[in-house]
């Protein structure tokens, strides 16, 4: 990832507190050949991310045709993951998206915007706006700017 990635993703995630924590877990991407089945990469990936989630946790799938979530009904959803107490995974796909195995086992779906965005800025836009529905939560002057 770009340097302005990678600055961008730290700075939100270390002002969220322990209990709100982000752990990036980056899975490689599917094989691409010319001329082969993007699917079949996408299954490869989605295996991957399946193995990497964590037990017992509750699965939120990014996707285009998913819920659009305001701000405030992001702080809402945030407070109720924070309340169960359990981990909370959010699945970004790759360029081709996430697999059906992974659409099946996410309980929601999120939808950053109708409009595609690279996925190096998916990362820092979640990031950010994990942080901004936080500030909500705890009254913070953040959600102003």
């Given at each position: ?43 490869e990936e989605g295996a991957r991310m399946l193995k990497a989630l ?92």
């Open positions: 990832m770009p340097a302005w990635v990678q600055a961008g993703y730290q700075e939100y995630a270390r002002r969220l507190p322990p209990e709100c924590a982000l752990q990036l877990t980056e899975i490689p991407l599917g094989q691409r050949r010319k001329g082969g089945d993007p699917r079949r990469a996408v299954q964590p037990k017992g946790g509750r699965i939120i799938a990014l996707e285009v045709g998913g819920c659009a979530w305001s701000t405030e009904a992001l702080a809402r959803a945030l407070e109720g993951w924070l309340g169960e107490g359990s981990p909370v995974a959010l699945l970004v796909g790759g360029p081709d998206g996430l697999s059906e195995e992974c659409l099946a086992r996410a309980g929601q779906r999120w939808s950053l915007s109708p409009l595609t965005l690279p996925h190096p800025l998916v990362r820092v836009v979640v990031a950010e706006q994990l942080y901004r529905a936080w500030s909500i939560l705890r009254h913070l002057p953040y959600h102003r700017t």
